[in-house]
């Protein structure tokens, strides 16, 4: 099986597509630079509890959907609540703007209240949100009601995500080609401002431009702009991590009303990352991937300065024989370069009930362990970008005599996450995939026992009956619910080993193809 831990570049071009609609919608709205009507107001706080919830019904969702929508730094937030009730149907129901699709919408405490007239079609919710720490990995939970127009029908429903909104904030960086060679391409700061090399196609040449009005999805961590010259043009930049990378990026430039696109990856580390040999696998790798995510690291010592620690946690099931799970984690004391290590059996991790600790020995210093203390425990994170982030995980640690802490919003999603309605390419297909436990699947119409999980890139892979290599990456994608965009590849033997061939296909299956993606419709 090939490296999962980075989607495939086609499977980038077709998760872009499935936002612009929305996001263009959005961009028209900033550019007109008419006041934004009905902003998010008192109820800014549900922005916290951004994601994507799993109702007590199979199937049924309920998604509170965060747009931020950016001119010269200055955020306006378009806020939805999508709701389907059986997984098979849902509806998009404006919270802000133009198509604002409620009366009221008030909070109190940890309660949000969107009220509809009764004589509309829309339903009133009332909806109580809870954070959660626990070792499930779920972030909050969500119980109320929903009330049916003129019936007054009363619909209690309870739920639960894996979500978390991610600032821009926390990608901060200059992102070069993946070789980090050639000028800059992209730059995100901290002030709610991004720049963007237009000139530069291949890596090579231009200059960064600011970029004045852009949207960025909380659920999906897409920035979304054009170009300021010529408006046929339109960019996409899904965000991810990695060990090697550090923050990447797949930066996709299309042509709009054609299917012309091109995407590549981009990376803040700019230097060939140091690969540290391995050892036998730790048998406590499950218990660390956990904890996988990216940690920026704040300390006062004078060898940490723009410091990260990026853990992923993969594992692979075969039928009739244990799990293995496999821990990268790469570090980086300046922020361009990344020294990379595979949890082995010469690192520990104890767990504890006031942390876990793990211990990766260094030799060179002598005697200039890492030791990392994570905590699991939701905190106000990033006060500065916005006052609805949070952290998930919380770590504190020491490295040489150097002591740091640091955080990750970033939180793993298991594979039963993403289970619930069979997903289809079309209403009427045939073909499906089904997620049938944390180590089954099933594509179209055949069980896969045998597969790789990137729980915290929401990756699936694994080698078909046509001995095709198949990757889902998975998510949501608004009122279409969970979304697999799955890409097929010709797999070939070479000196023994399975290795990707060439492209077959990509095909992008939802739980409800027919549901309305994100731009208003009332």
């Known amino acids: 099986m090939s490296n999962l831990t980075i989607p495939a570049v086609p499977t980038v071009n077709k998760s872009a597509e499935q936002t612009s609609t929305l996001h263009n919608y959005l961009l ?54 999508i709701y389907s009730q059986d997984g098979t149907s849902s509806n998009v129901y404006d919270l802000t703007g133009s198509k604002k699709a409620f009366d009221t919408v008030t909070w109190s405490g940890t309660t949000l209240k969107a009220q509809a ?46 979500n978390n909104p991610i600032p821009m904030a926390m990608y901060a960086g200059t992102y070069h080609k993946e070789d980090g060679k050639g000028a800059a391409i992209l730059q995100i700061g901290t002030d709610n401002k991004i720049k963007y090399n237009y000139d530069n196609t291949i890596g090579n040449g231009g200059e960064l431009q600011d970029v004045q009005t852009f949207i960025y999805n909380l659920n999906m961590y897409v920035f979304s702009f054009s170009n300021p010259i010529d408006k046929d043009l339109d960019y996409s930049i899904i965000m991810g ?22 995407p590549r990856s981009i990376q803040t580390v700019t230097s060939t990352p140091v690969i540290k040999p391995v050892s036998v696998t730790n048998p406590k790798s499950e218990a660390l991937a956990k904890f996988a995510g990216f940690y920026r690291i704040n300390s006062s010592a004078s060898i940490i300065n723009n410091a990260f620690l990026s853990i992923e946690g993969q594992y692979k099931s075969v039928e009739g024989q244990p799990t293995v799970y496999t821990v990268t984690i790469g570090v980086s004391l ?5 020294t990379v290590y595979t949890f082995d059996d010469t690192m520990t991790f104890e767990e504890g009930a006031n942390g876990s600790v793990l211990t990766i020995p260094i030799t060179d210093p002598v005697g200039s ?12 994170a990033y006060p500065n970008a916005a006052s609805y982030y949070g952290s998930v995980v919380n770590i504190s640690g020491s490295y040489n005599v150097a002591q740091f802490e640091g955080e990750s919003l970033l939180n793993v999603v298991p594979l039963m996450g993403f289970a619930g309605a069979p ?37 699936v892979g694994f080698i078909d009956n046509n001995e095709n290599e198949i990757i ?29 061939g060439s492209f077959i296909s990509l095909d992008v299956y939802t739980a409800i193809p027919d549901g309305d993606s994100g731009a208003p419709q009332h």
């Open 28 to 81: 028209k709205i900033a550019n007109s630079d008419a006041p934004y009507p009905n902003p998010i107001g008192e109820a800014e706080p549900l922005i916290s509890y951004n994601g994507y919830y799993a109702l007590n019904n199979t199937g049924a969702f309920l998604s509170i959907d965060t747009n931020l929508v950016v001119k010269n730094g200055v955020i306006t937030p378009h806020v939805s609540i």
């Open 117 to 162: 007239g009764i004589d509309s079609a829309v339903p009133s919710f009332t909806l109580n949100f809870t954070r959660e720490d626990n070792n499930q990995e779920i972030t909050s939970t969500l119980s109320g009601q929903i009330t049916r127009g003129a019936s007054q029908l009363i619909v209690p429903i309870k739920g639960s995500t894996y």
């Open 241 to 262: 991590t990695s060990a090697k990378g550090g923050m990447v990026c797949n930066d996709l430039f299309s042509i709009k009303n054609t299917k012309i696109s091109i």
């Open 334 to 338: 300046d922020g361009t370069s990344s």
């Open 369 to 380: 362990n890492l030791t990392i203390n994570f905590t699991r425990q939701y905190k106000k």
């Open 423 to 459: 997903l289809k390419i079309t209403s009427s297909s045939t073909e499906t995939i089904v997620i049938k436990s944390s180590t089954e699947i099933e594509y179209k119409g055949v069980p896969y026992k045998n597969i790789t999980v990137v729980p915290l890139m929401y990756i």
């Open 472 to 500: 889902f990456s998975l998510g949501t994608d608004g009122g279409k619910g969970n979304t697999s965009i799955t890409t097929a590849y010709k797999t070939e033997m070479v000196n023994g080993k399975r290795e990707k």
